[in-house]
C-alpha cells in the first residue's frame, strides 16, 4: 500500500465513524411503529404486493392463524414441477424451453409451437455483430455475474426499440434475453479464464440445433463433448430454477424496476445483481464451500456420530465459516420438503454412479438427514427445517464439471424465464408504479451557518 493508499484509508476510516455517529436504528422501533423489515410479516411470510398467474410456491397451510408445516409444491401456471419434470424424463427429451414456453404465455405448447420456439431461440442464441469483442472481451470481469449484468445493460444499445413497452416489444426482448444468456455467459467465463486465471480461451461456433443446456456444455469444454445424461441432468436444473414466484429478491426487484416503466434491459441486469447477493444465489456455493471442509475433516463419511459432531461444530461455531450456519437448509415457505431438492436428489444418484462419486452423494444424503437432529439437539431449535435446492445443485454442477464461479451464472440464466415472464405480468397488468412507505425516524433541527459548527 503507497503512503497516499494508507492517508485515504485512514480518512476514509473516519468518514465512517462520523456516519455511524450520526445513524442506525433502535430494533424495538421497528416493533414500535409494526415495520415489516424484508416485506415480512411477523409470522416470517411476505407482505402480500401483488397477483400473478406464473407460480405457486407451497410450503405450509394456515389454521387459526397457525402456520402448520407441509410439503412442499411448486406449480409453474398450475401445472406440478414434478410432472413437467416426469414427461420429459419418461419421453427421453429436453424439457427447459417447454418451460420457458409456459412460463411465458401461460399454456403447454404442442410439437408444432415448440418446434418453431426452439428455432426461434436457435436464432437468437448468436449475440448480436461485434458485442462479444466490444462488450465482453474488451471489459473483462473477475466475476461472472457483473459481467451479465453490464452486457445485458449494453443489449440496449444494440436495440433499435429498446424504450418500447408494449407487449408485443417486451415480448421480443423476453426471448431475446433468454436465448442470448447462455451465450453472454460462457463467453464471459472464457474471457475471465484468459484475463485473469492466465489460463487459455475458446471460443466453438454456436450451434444453433442443440438446446439450451446441450449448448451450455458444449461452450465450456474444449473439445466440445458431452453425454446425453449429462446435457438432460443440466436441463432438469434449469426446469428447476426457472421460477420461483413473484416474492424472490430478485423477480421482486424485476417488478420493481418494471413498474416504474423503464426498459427491459434495466429491469433484467438488476435481477442479476440481486441474484448475484450471496443471500440468494450464491447459496449453492456456499454449501460447496462447507461441504468441502466437512469431507475434508470427518475421517469417515458413513459414520453419521463424526458427521452430527462436525455440523453441532458448525452450529457452535466452531467450525465452518464461523457463521453458525448449515448452508442449504432452510426456506421462507418450505417447510416439511423442498421439492426441488427432492427431485435434485433422486436424478443426482444415477449420474454420482456414472461419475464414480456415490460415496460424495451418500455423504450429502447424511448430512441432509442429520442436520435436522442437529438443529434440535444442538441449537434448540423446534423450527421444521428441510434441505433447500442450494444444497443439491452445487454438487450436481460439480460431477458435471462446472467450475465454481458459474454457479450463480447458472442460476441467472434459468431463472431469466421466470423474470421474464413476470416482467410481462406486470408491464402489462401492474398500472402502478411500486412504492412502499419508510417511516422517518429525523426530528426537526435548526439549521446553523458555516462557521459556528463544532465538529468535535
Known sequence: ???????????????????????????????TYGVKRGLRNPDGTGVMAGLTKICNVHGFLIADGERIPDEGKLTYRGYDVRDIINACVEENRFGFEETAWLLLFGSLPDKEHLDRFKDILGYYRELPHDFAE?????????????????????????????????LENTMRQSIQLIASLPTIMTYAYQVKRRAFDRESMFFHPVDLSLSTSESILRALRFDTKFTDSEAKLLDLCMILHAEHGGGNNSTFSTRVLSSSGTDTYSAIAAAIGS??????????????????ALKEEVADW?????????????????KGDGSGLIFGFGHAVYTLSDPRAEILRTYAEKIAREKDMIAEFELYKSVERLTPRVMREVKGSEKVICANVDFYSGFVYDMLGIPSEMFTPLFAVSRIAGWCAHRMEEVTY????????????????KYQPLDQRDMH
Open 302 to 318: 458413513t459414520d453419521d456420530e463424526q458427521i452430527y459432531n462436525y455440523l453441532a461444530g458448525i452450529i457452535k461455531k466452531e
Open 134 to 166: 466490444d462488450m465482453i472481451m474488451k471489459l473483462p470481469s473477475r466475476d461472472i455475474m457483473n459481467k451479465l449484468a453490464h452486457s445485458v445493460l449494453g443489449l440496449y444499445t444494440f436495440d433499435d426499440n429498446p424504450d418500447d413497452t408494449s
Open 275 to 292: 441474484l448475484k447477493g450471496p443471500r440468494h444465489g450464491g447459496a449453492n456455493l456456499r454449501v460447496r464451500t462447507m461441504m468441502n
Open 430 to 445: 401492474g398500472g402502478r408504479i411500486m412504492r412502499p412507505a419508510y417511516r422517518s425516524m429525523v426530528h426537526s433541527k
Open 1 to 31: 500500500m503507497t503512503a497516499a493508499a494508507g492517508f485515504y484509508n485512514d480518512k476514509l476510516t473516519g468518514l465512517c465513524d462520523e456516519y455511524r455517529r450520526y445513524n442506525g436504528f433502535n430494533k424495538q422501533d421497528y416493533l
